[in-house]
């Protein structure tokens, strides 16, 4: 594992196995990563890339069978203790995934979904803030004139933007991107990591990148192999 100073770890995997009934997905991963990064997880198809990204927002506990054993620590706290309310979780934890998955709704709506479930925002607070997310996710000046249009009618491009734009609405202090990338075209491609790079570098939020990319694995912080369940 990585030596890093408590201040400067993001988050950390120690000792962690995980199964899907009998099946054994990951084993024995022990990892650390800095904060404000862009560390990429690449692999083969199935080696345990996109589990391993799931546990960080416990999105594997609506998997049957999923049990783990080790810890999961983000700020320095296990987000798999009993006390941890996953909803509060899961508002500093955001993730985008490989298929852009705009709801079918405008795009001004797609990306206040999330403040407007907290609630407590007036109308203009919630304007300023779908502007800042659609800015953050360098979208606002190609759909400023357009928020109330659907965002099922933007290219797949826009689309991965608008999801990066919805999760960064939540101000999330981790992104998580599942192969965000895959269904891309090349110049959209490099668009959405460019600005995954900029949400880390210029925003504060650490961000886990899983890509079949080799090129892109290569332009991040860190480049961590997976092959059987295994961190190399």
């Known amino acids: ?14 000792d962690l196995n995980v199964y899907y009934g009998e099946k054994q997905v990951l084993k ?8 404000n990064t862009v560390t990429a997880f690449i692999g083969p ?10 546990t960080f927002n416990r999105m594997n506990d609506y998997v049957e069978g999923f049990r783990k054993e080790g810890d999961i620590i983000i700020d320095g706290k296990d987000i798999y203790q009993k006390m941890v309310r996953v909803e ?25 979904y999330g403040p407007r479930l907290t609630g407590g925002m007036s109308k203009a607070d919630l304007n300023d803030l779908v502007e800042k997310s659609l800015r953050r996710a360098a979208l606002w000046d190609e759909v400023k004139d357009r928020l109330k249009a659907s965002a099922l009618g933007l290219s797949g491009g826009q689309q991965q933007r608008v999801a990066v734009a919805r999760a960064l609405a939540m101000n999330p202090s981790l992104l998580l ?11 959209s491609a490099d668009s959405v990591f460019a600005l995954l790079r900029k949400v880390s570098t210029e925003q504060g939020t650490s961000v886990l990148f899983v890509t079949h990319n080799p090129e892109l694995a290569e332009r991040c912080d860190k480049t961590l192999q997976v092959i059987d369940g295994k961190m190399v």
């Open 1 to 14: 594992m990585e030596k890093l100073s408590i201040k400067d770890k993001k988050l950390e995997a120690i």
């Open 28 to 35: 024995n991963v022990n990892m650390a990563i800095k904060a």
């Open 45 to 54: 198809s199935g080696c345990g890339k996109s589990t391993f990204l799931r």
């Open 88 to 112: 509060e979780l899961r508002k500093k934890v955001g993730m985008v995934f490989q298929k852009p998955n705009p709801f079918p709704k405008s795009i001004f709506d797609n990306v206040a």
């Open 177 to 187: 991107a599942d192969e965000p990338t895959g269904n891309l075209d090349t110049k």
